[in-house]
């Protein structure tokens, strides 16, 4: 079993930041495949970013790319999201998820643990 923990949600202005952390403990959560998504009001959960096990793959959503970075330390059992440059429609309650596998997939059915979210809001 996982157990995963965000944190580092808020409001925050247009073209501001924040940097979300999510914490895994349980089973070896160093081996596995993270993801953060995000999912808004009336809309379906989308997959944000994702890592791999060593942080070596990444992958982006095209609406964040060069906005957003995932990272990892794995030492300390904690995947971030930085997100730069915010805007209104990033507003939504991020969601980190792991798969019990060394490598990342981008469908929200292939994650096995799920933490409960934080909510980040975007103002214009």
């Known amino acids: 079993q996982v157990q995963l923990v965000e944190s580092g949600g808020g409001l925050v202005q247009a073209g501001g930041s924040l940097r979300l952390s999510c914490v895994g403990s349980g089973r070896i959560f160093s081996n596995y495949g993270v993801g953060w998504f995000r999912q808004a009001p009336g809309k379906e959960r989308d997959i944000v970013a994702a890592t791999n096990w060593s942080g070596g793959s990444t992958y982006y959503a095209n609406f964040v790319k060069g906005r957003f970075t995932i990272s990892r330390d794995n030492a300390k059992n904690t995947v971030f999201l930085q997100m730069n440059n915010l805007k209104p429609e990033d507003t939504a309650v991020y969601y980190c998820?792991?798969?019990?596998?060394?490598?990342?997939?981008?469908?929200?059915?292939?994650?096995?643990?799920w933490g409960r979210g934080t909510q980040v809001t975007v103002s214009s």
């Open positions: 998820a792991v798969r019990s596998n060394f490598a990342y997939r981008t469908s929200a059915t292939e994650y096995d643990y």
